[in-house]
């Protein structure tokens, strides 16, 4: 009986859909691009934190030292400084290294090699590179750096990156912002939408149901299609939504790799390894809104 019942609710509500078809489009429409919008704000909170973390990656402390160090000085130097609670990592660059990493670096430059050749001796300095654990405590670790006070250390060098962070940030949270309205002048046009779509399909069976009523039918059979039209709205969005933004995130996946060279940005796999919390979270957020719209609609125009 149960079964039975459940069928029928389903077959009045897709008879809904199909005799108000331009409605359904138009209301199926301004969902997909209420989800729109709202996937479109998930790709760009995922693209600033791997910006973040891009420059986050390259903030650190450079010392360079005295050539005549001992190789025991320095790395006496280095096991002082990995103790300090701030620092995450210090990496030692011998002067050999250094010399070999410079021979890379410049191995389409002749000139510059053949200057080094003429030089005679290795020029460069043995360094060690500091990374920092929390960076949003830059300057205190930079301040607690500058506090070692040790002979075989001839200079240091910071990049700032914190006006670069200010930045990344400060566009994210327009774009957010932007966004976010958007999505919710979307969220209320749908409510708006799937209230007169309820609406006009409540009038469409006035006379059905009035007979239902005299008849004895229970308030929840007269409204549960009206109230399921809603999750076959929220369904079909979803559908066409995974459909249509799979493609854009495809052509968007080559400028990213091609901005963050050496980071493993890669949008489709994120959207790929999160896609039934994503879609599915969605799905349970549209088909709310929905049901909640109809319910009202419902309420108002059934007089159940």
């Known amino acids: 009986m149960f079964l039975l019942s459940a069928l029928r609710v389903i077959k009045f509500s897709l008879q809904d859909i199909a005799r108000n078809i331009w409605l359904s489009i138009v209301t199926i429409t301004i969902l997909i691009l209420a989800l729109f919008s709202i996937n479109m704000l998930l790709t760009v909170q995922i693209i600033s934190d791997t910006a973040i973390s891009a420059v986050k990656e390259k903030i650190d402390v450079s010392m360079y030292l005295n050539p005549e160090a001992s190789e025991e000085e320095i790395l006496a130097l280095k096991i002082k400084i990995e103790n300090m ?27 510059v090699l053949q200057a080094l050749k003429e030089l005679g001796k290795n020029p460069l300095s043995p360094s060690l590179v500091i990374k920092p654990n929390e960076v949003n405590n830059s300057d205190e670790f930079i301040n607690k750096l500058n506090q070692i006070d040790n002979k075989i250390i001839e200079s240091r060098n ?18 957010n912002n932007a966004g976010m309205i958007v999505s919710i002048i979307f969220v209320l046009i749908t409510l708006l939408v799937v209230y007169n779509a309820v609406k006009v399909a409540i009038y469409t069976h006035k006379k059905e149901i009035a007979i239902m009523k005299l008849v004895g039918a229970s308030n929840s059979f007269v409204y549960m299609p009206f109230l399921l039209s809603g999750v076959f709205f929220a ?20 400028y990213l790799e091609a901005f963050f060279i050496g980071y493993n940005v890669n949008i489709v796999s994120y959207y790929n390894e999160n896609f039934f919390y994503i879609f599915g979270l969605q799905f349970v957020g549209a088909a709310l809104i929905n049901i909640l719209a109809a319910f009202f609609a419902v309420k108002k125009y059934t007089k159940v």
């Open 158 to 175: 910071f990049a700032d990156h914190k006006l670069l962070l200010s930045k990344i940030n400060a566009i994210t949270d327009k774009v």
């Open 85 to 111: 609670e701030e620092v995450r990592e210090v990496k030692y660059t011998s002067r050999a290294q250094a010399l070999e990493d410079f021979r890379e670096k410049n191995d389409n430059n002749p000139e």
């Open 235 to 254: 369904l079909l969005g979803v559908l066409v939504i995974i459909v249509v933004f799979y493609p854009f995130l495809t052509l968007l996946q080559p």
